[in-house]
């Protein structure tokens, strides 16, 4: 519950800054516009954000006979979780990693990256698909696509005003001037991304501690964040660093850090993620782990995914 009021909280300012900002360019017009564009820009991100982000990273569809073992998982884990089954998806990406998208339960889907199910094992493919059925558990998609749309409405909004000189209904300009309206075009969208970050982290050390839950054993998600970090440096995803607004959205960072992108990331750190989870694990079992059989790929002993 604290982390939930901890986000509501964080979602509040980051809509009260958005409503603040309308009204120092524009005065009570200005406040009523941007209020207008925060619902509207909320309910689009809501209907069609899961559509938008699956396309953007070319994600194809997958069904039970292109991959039926990997399907039993999910479907096992989505039943522990008391969901229904998600939507799944590929992205023929070398880099591992994953992410769920969607508006509610019922209409969710989870994406792997075909990186991710060349390098685990089954213990660690489930770790993974349980983080992102946490996620879809809390409705932390709807929470991160909101937030995501906000933070780029505030600097869109921003922009607009410095461009247009920001004057209120009576023909005032802005109280603080076109200095103060520089500074806002500075300021307002680095304090959206602090508060976006702020809620990102928030979700994903909580998608994690259920995840784990869901997934019956911590190690299997620890490993699995641990190869995802190791592997991702030095294989870089072309589409994520063309969309880097989407990078929340993944279970670690996509993004090569070749620019500023490490200054502002919106996960924490994995060594954090991995100490808090081995915190949770119960004594390593003998051999065997609790899909009922070896610690072996998901396609079988000395097979590559489906995919290839």
């Given at each position: ?6 986000t509501?909280i ?69 039943r522990?979780a ?12 070398d ?36 983080h992102?059925?946490a ?13 995501a ?81 190791r ?18 959205m993944f ?58």
């Amino acid at each position: 519950m604290a982390g939930y009021f901890r986000t509501a909280i964080l979602l509040a300012g980051l809509t009260a800054l958005f409503i603040g900002i309308g009204w120092v360019l524009g005065g009570r017009q200005g406040m009523v516009i941007a209020f207008l564009m925060a619902c509207g820009t909320n309910l689009w991100a809501w209907w069609n954000s899961d559509r938008v982000v699956l396309s953007m990273h070319n994600a194809q569809p997958i069904t039970p006979s292109e991959a039926p073992r990997l399907f039993a998982l999910v479907d096992q884990l989505a039943r522990r979780a008391g969901l229904p089954m998600p939507a799944l998806y590929v992205i023929h990406e070398d880099q591992p990693n994953a992410f769920a998208t969607g508006r509610n339960p019922e209409n969710a889907a989870v994406a792997v990256n075909t990186g991710l199910l060349d390098l685990m094992s089954e213990e660690e493919v489930a770790g993974v698909v349980a983080h992102e059925l946490a996620h879809i558990k809390h409705r932390d998609t709807l929470i991160m696509t909101v937030t995501a749309t906000l933070a780029g409405a505030i600097g869109m909004l921003a922009q607009f005003g410095f461009l247009f000189g920001g004057r209120s209904e009576d023909g005032r300009r802005n109280p603080f001037g076109p200095i103060g309206a520089l500074l806002l075009v500075v300021v307002g969208p680095i304090a959206a991304m602090l508060v976006q970050m702020a809620i990102s982290r928030s979700r994903e050390y909580e998608a994690d501690r259920l995840g784990a839950e869901i997934s019956g054993d911590p190690r299997g998600l620890a490993g699995g964040l641990a190869k995802l970090e190791r592997y991702k440096q030095g294989i870089v995803n072309p589409t994520a660093e063309a969309h880097p607004a989407s990078a929340h959205m993944f279970i670690v960072n996509p993004l090569s850090g070749l620019r500023l992108d490490s200054l502002f990331t919106t996960h924490p750190p994995t060594e954090e993620r991995i100490r808090r989870l081995l915190a949770m694990a119960p004594p390593a079992p003998q051999g065997r782990g609790p899909w009922g059989g070896n610690v072996v790929s998901p396609w079988g002993a000395g097979r590559r995914n489906p995919w290839g």
